[in-house]
Each structure stands twice: as C-alpha cells, then as structure tokens.
Nanobody
Framework: VQLQAFGGGLVQAGDSLTLTCVVDGRSRSYTTAWFRQAPEKEREFVASFGWNGGVTEYADSVKGRFTISRDYAKNTVSLQMNNLKSDDTAVYSC????????????WGQGTQVTVSS
C-alpha cells in the first residue's frame, strides 16, 4: 500500500490549510490516520478515520480545529486544519492499516507545515 501526502506550507497563525494523502486503492478496508512530528519531539497522533463506519478520532490538541475525511472515489484522505497555531508546526504524515494504538503498518512521506505567529 502506497501513500503520498502533500499540501503543506508556510501559513500564519489563525490560517487554514488542507493536507491531502493519496492512498492506494487497497487501503479501502484500512483505518487511515494522520500523525505529526515537531522538531526534537516524538511523533504524535493527530486524527484517524475508521474503515468501518468512518468513525473519527482526534488528539485533544486538535479537536474542534481539525477535520479528517476520506474520499473513496478519489482515494484520498484529507486533513482540514483551521485556526492553526504555532504549536501545529510539524512534519505531517499519513498512515494506513492500524495494528494497534498509534501503530500503523503503512506510512507515507511527510509534508512540512509551518505556522508563523
């Protein structure tokens, strides 16, 4: 399963940005997720989209600001990020096939999001 994320960039605090992950069609039956890793910090879970029923989960730090969605026709998983904060600055990566808590089998390359205050 291949994943490719894009859409990152440099924005100002309070701005919005949408990240998109193009996923392999075989991932249709996999839970997909977004993670991020800030400089000198460990990778952290951001949001996930369940394959069975589309149940979504979010990290507390992004609840109410970020929305994950999936377009099965386009084979994409998107992360709409609103009211961005400087703490959101990180490399964002998409993942597929959840094997355990924050443990996924397939990973795409990251896309940099930088939020200036």
């Amino acid at each position: 399963v291949q994943l490719q994320a894009f859409g990152g960039g440099l924005v100002q605090a309070g701005d919005s940005l949408t990240l998109t992950c193009v996923v392999d069609g075989r991932s249709r039956s996999y839970t997909t997720a977004w993670f991020r890793q800030a400089p000198e910090k460990e990778r952290e879970f951001v949001a996930s989209f369940g394959w069975n029923g589309g149940v979504t989960e979010y990290a507390d730090s992004v609840k109410g600001r970020f929305t994950i969605s999936r377009d099965y026709a386009k084979n994409t998983v998107s992360l709409q990020m609103n009211n961005l904060k400087s703490d959101d600055t990180a490399v964002y990566s998409c993942a597929a096939q959840r094997l355990g808590p924050n443990y996924y089998r397939y990973w795409g390359q990251g896309t940099q999001v930088t939020v200036s205050s």
